[in-house]
């Protein structure tokens, strides 16, 4: 069988596996349905080496050579062939500014209605919940976290340039929202970043229940 040749044969086999068991996992919870969303593992911090996934792969479905190793500006390393999700660049910047062992994005439902509705105060505080100490450095439910939310945008270059910014400007941060797109969450490891978007999903859910959105306009 082709298929198992390639994928035997195929380095970094325990750094693919592990990063399309998480995957298959937030896809269960139906947070990045067909192909949305993109997931990476940083394989080097200098120079910079990421695991990420390919473009326009089905993430329920993904498999070992769905995967593909690009460096610095998000460009391919040597030897590869295709393209990288088309946020590889976004990816490569949260990598750059914290150091992260891995950067997970998933498009829910909640985080795609929270993001549209708090775009134009620039993000909304999570407080007073439990499930925050599931945020790396948080110890209790009394605290506040804020969520940035930055305008979407298909002008990744541009886009890069306002996260670079704001990771300087907040450095403690473990995620951000996109607004009408998706999280961006991060973490020390894969087991970390799994974590965090866990936990922001929980509490993106309880935060949407509880927000009057406004009407949806339609036709
Ligand atoms: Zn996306």
């Not at 069988?1 to 596996?17: G, K, N």
């Not at 990045?32 to 080097?44: A, E, H, K, R, W």
């Not at 945020?135 to 930055?150: D, N, R, S, W, Y």
């Not at 270059?157 to 403690?172: C, F, K, R, Y």
């Amino acid at each position: 069988m082709p298929t198992q040749t390639f994928i035997e044969s195929e380095p970094l086999l325990a750094e693919r596996r592990a990063l399309c068991r998480v995957v298959g996992e937030l896809a269960a919870q139906g947070w990045c349905q067909g192909t949305g969303g993109n997931f990476s593992v940083t394989l080097d911090q200098g120079p910079l080496r990421l695991l990420i996934t390919r473009s326009g792969v089905h993430k329920r479905h993904l498999a070992p050579e769905g995967l593909m190793v690009i460096g610095p500006a998000g460009r391919p390393v040597e030897g590869e062939t295709g393209r990288p999700s088309a946020e590889a660049l976004l990816h490569a910047e949260i990598v750059a500014a914290t150091g992260a062992g891995s950067v997970l994005h998933v498009h829910s439902v909640p985080n795609t209605l929270l993001g549209e509705h708090f775009a134009a105060p620039g993000g909304f505080v999570l407080r007073g919940y439990e499930m925050l100490k599931g945020l790396e450095g948080i110890t209790t439910h009394e605290t506040e976290v804020f969520v940035p939310v930055l305008r979407n945008s298909q002008d990744m270059t541009a886009l890069a340039a306002e996260v670079a910014g704001l990771l300087v400007e907040q450095p403690g941060l473990h995620g951000f929202l996109l607004a009408g797109h998706g999280l961006y969450a991060w973490g020390a490891s894969l087991d970390q970043a799994h974590r965090h978007v866990e936990i922001f999903e929980f509490l993106f859910e309880c935060a949407a229940r509880r927000t009057p959105f406004e009407p949806f306009t339609g036709l």
